[in-house]
């Protein structure tokens, strides 16, 4: 479900950066290169949701 550049923005959907030295994310707060890429946003009643790019893992370990 990841966009090819890595961006929600064009779901309207802003992604959250954590500034976590145990879990580092992007500019575009998605955190790679630890497993599969994940993106983390906030849902409109403040929930966070997690997506993940299993794919990413697979790609990673070749």
Do not use: E, H
């Not at 145990?22 to 790679?32: V, W």
């Amino acid at each position: 479900m990841f966009a090819p550049t890595g961006s929600f923005s064009s779901f309207s959907v802003q992604t959250k950066i954590y500034d976590d030295a145990d879990l580092p994310t992007d500019a575009k707060g998605i955190a790679r290169g630890m497993g599969p890429d994940i993106a983390w946003f906030k849902d409109p009643a403040g929930n966070v949701i997690s997506v993940i790019n299993p794919a990413a893992v697979n790609a990673g370990n070749s």
